[in-house]
């Protein structure tokens, strides 16, 4: 036997001798030279007990992305798919930053313009606007959705879609694609449209390994810059595909003078990333934890409702179930004393008002057992995983659990402001990402197709290529913020634009979610029709010092 023997003889084992050699080494005395700790940052420690267990590697993105992405991906859409604080949480979302319209105000850069040619001015621009926006809406809204590729779903739907797939997936996919034969006989306005696509089949071909131009379906080159997507002819798990799905289409990202055709949208979180993260990644296991918890409660609560209530009696449970019915079948040998017990039970079929009350001989008794579940602390347990999932989630614990009785007007308005600031950024960045995209393919068909103004003395417009940035410029307007306390908000709405803190237009697109150009057209049309009617005109259309009344809080009678 060899090794190093303790005080009994027994040898030392080797995972003690190296234990015993790390703490002379590093965990000794803070003194100056030989057994002083190395590390200035307790966050370098490998010798406490808090980190010295914790070993995280370096890797690059793609590589912690897509090695695993599947996996990940089927386990956040399964949460969704059963579990209803997940599908509420995604659904907000959607309803906050997307709606039920994603209107597009397009805002030409004319000053940049100038540059081209001195006669795009702010005139210019405004009729640019309004033509581009009405084709737009005809485009976007068409009932028939010539904008879908495959016919079914409006452009507010399809980018619902995709921040859907953004969201749960961590990718947007989309293929623009130009289909001239549209036009004419179908009454398609625009050979543009937009062919949505699962992240699923943006994958490697042939499911090879990543490589250093080949990353998760996206072939990047030299700069990381997308040049290509492999995409599968159909999903890899329908029987019916199976020959397709194993063949990979490569398209370009763009047409050679810079038309998009693929359209890849996600949120980057580390440079050289090519694949998106679900936002339900850093919380995936804690929410299945809330759910395991939510079933296990209800199901010990609907367990302790079945079984609520037991007899105690000397019968056995068939005797004692033939003793307590109203016509029992033919019943087993009985003693003198048990056949006592059920003649009893038969004798005493008191009942009121149609309910048969339960009579008892000595030595019977019911009982009921208390109910203890759901434990007093779920509800606590659960508030606290769910801000968890709020906070990962860019949104405020209310809106996650849909429970406002823990808030007060104060603290819904600050949760609210914090969560509108994460809502318009992510809006933003699918805006960048996605929707500005699509619009910019669309508005080039309508360059070519000569459907936009000229400035005022000009011959022709400046080439669409050439300054694509200064034309596609614009703005995409979701859902309104809405109100907390409606009078106290607009009074103060009101007094920021009286001291120009802000405008009309950034006013009723943050509140209301609409276009400014139309409220007031609006508004001039009812003003008209109180003054073709004879009525008298209403305090804010009147023309007087008195509209200043409408900010002031209504007094009681």
């Not at 398209?251 to 998106?276: C, K, L, M, Y």
């Not at 802000?502 to 943050?510: D, F, H, K, N, R």
Request: net charge negative.
């Amino acid at each position: 036997m060899t090794g190093i023997l303790d005080s009994a003889g027994n040898v030392v084992p080797v995972a003690a001798i190296r234990r015993v050699r790390m703490r002379a080494v590093f965990g000794g005395p803070a003194t100056e030279g030989f057994g002083a700790p190395p590390f200035p940052y307790d966050a370098a420690d490998i010798t406490s007990q808090e980190l010295g267990g914790w070993w995280p590697f370096l890797r690059s993105p793609d590589y912690e992305i897509n090695r695993d992405r599947d996996r990940m991906v089927a386990r956040a859409r399964d949460l969704v798919r059963n579990d209803g604080w997940g599908t509420g949480a995604v659904n907000r979302i959607l309803d906050n930053t997307i709606g039920a319209q994603f209107l597009l105000i397009s805002k030409p850069d004319y000053t940049a313009l100038r540059a081209a040619s001195p006669k795009f001015d702010a005139t210019w621009a405004a009729e640019f606007a309004s033509v581009v926006d009405a084709g737009w809406r005809m485009f976007a809204d068409d009932p028939l959705h010539f904008c879908d590729a495959s016919r079914v779903q409006s452009i507010t739907q399809m980018f619902n879609l995709a921040l859907r797939h953004k969201l749960i997936d961590g990718d947007g996919l989309g293929v623009l694609l130009y289909l001239p034969e549209l036009v004419g006989p179908y009454g398609a306005r625009n050979a543009t449209t937009l062919q949505m696509v699962d992240p699923d089949r943006l994958s490697n071909p042939n499911q090879q390994p990543d490589t250093m131009n080949l990353r998760g379906g996206v072939e990047i080159d030299g700069l990381g810059c997308p040049m290509a997507y492999h995409i599968r002819r159909a999903y890899p798990w329908d029987w019916y595909g199976a020959v397709d799905s194993m063949v990979w289409d490569r398209i370009e990202r763009e047409t050679p003078w810079g038309r998009p055709i693929v359209v890849h949208d996600f949120d980057r979180q580390r440079a050289s990333q090519n694949r998106g993260l679900s936002i339900l990644t850093p919380i995936l296991a804690r929410f299945k934890m809330l759910t395991k918890y939510d079933s296990a409660e209800l199901q010990q609560a609907i367990l302790q409702t079945i079984f609520g209530t037991f007899i105690t009696s000397p019968y056995d449970s068939q005797q004692l179930e033939m003793a307590l019915q109203d016509n029992p079948s033919e019943a087993p040998s009985l003693t003198a004393y048990q056949q006592m017990r059920m003649d009893f039970h038969r004798s005493r079929g008191i009942s009121l008002g149609g309910v048969r009350l339960p009579t008892l001989v000595p030595g019977e008794d019911i009982k009921t057992v208390s109910h203890t579940r759901p434990s007093s602390t779920f509800a606590d347990f659960e508030h606290a995983l769910l801000r968890n999932v709020a906070a990962a989630m860019g949104m405020s614990a209310a809106q996650v659990s849909q429970d406002w009785s823990r808030t007060n007007y104060s603290s819904a308005r600050a949760e609210l402001l914090d969560a509108w600031k994460t809502l318009t950024r992510r809006r933003a960045d699918f805006a960048s990402g996605f929707a500005t995209p699509v619009y910019c393919a669309w508005l080039e068909e309508e360059f070519d197709k000569g459907r936009v103004p000229l400035p005022a003395g000009a011959e022709y417009l400046a080439p669409f290529a050439a300054w694509r940035a200064a034309y596609v410029r614009c703005k995409w307007i979701g859902p309104g913020r809405g109100w907390v306390d409606p009078l106290k908000e607009r009074q103060g709405e009101v007094l920021g634009l009286d001291a120009a803190f802000g405008t009309l237009e950034e006013s009723v697109a943050e509140i209301s979610g609409g276009d400014w150009r139309e409220k007031i057209e609006q508004r001039a049309i009812e003003v008209q029709a109180f003054k073709d009617r004879k009525l008298k005109l209403p305090v804010w259309a009147a023309e007087t010092e008195d509209a200043q009344d409408t900010a002031e809080r209504p007094q009681p009678a």
